[in-house]
């Protein structure tokens, strides 16, 4: 299963990378470092699973939810953020996220459900 991780921070993706490319069925973990280059990556060979910062530097993710599913329909997508708000979660999910985790307290569920999308592949 292939990965995308959408984060400006480089701390964070390197870490989450090395914590999903241990994880069983995963077998390639992209990144990107803003929306535009996600997109792009996106519309060239959608991953399985995205994971997706809110606040990049091009932009709000909010916005472009919708057309990363447009993208890659079949495509699992979490939100991964510090500004986990009642508003952020909620809109998140409304408008297309299958997930949602607050990146200060939640890397370990986020690992669990790349496990359990992995397990079902």
């Known amino acids: 299963m292939k990965l995308l991780v959408i984060d400006d921070s480089e ?8 914590l999903l490319a241990a994880t069983p069925g995963v077998e390639r973990v992209q990144t990107a470092h803003n929306l535009a280059e996600g997109l792009k990556q996106v519309a060239a060979a959608p991953p399985a699973l995205l994971i997706l910062d809110l606040h990049l530097p091009d932009g709000h993710a909010l916005q472009a939810l ?8 079949g495509m699992a997508l979490a939100v991964l953020t510090n500004d986990a708000s009642r ?21 370990g569920r986020v690992l669990h459900w790349v496990r359990d999308k992995a397990a079902q592949t």
């Not at 701390?11 to 090395?18: G, P, S, Y």
């Not at 919708?66 to 329909?73: G, T, V, W």
């Not at 508003?87 to 890397?107: H, M, Q, T, V």
Request: hydrophobic residues 45%.
């Open 87 to 107: 508003y952020n979660r909620d809109l998140s999910l409304a408008l297309g996220a299958d997930a949602f985790f607050d990146k200060s307290k939640e890397i």
């Open 11 to 18: 701390l964070i993706r390197t870490r989450l990378v090395e």
């Open 66 to 73: 919708a057309r990363f599913k447009r993208l890659a329909p």
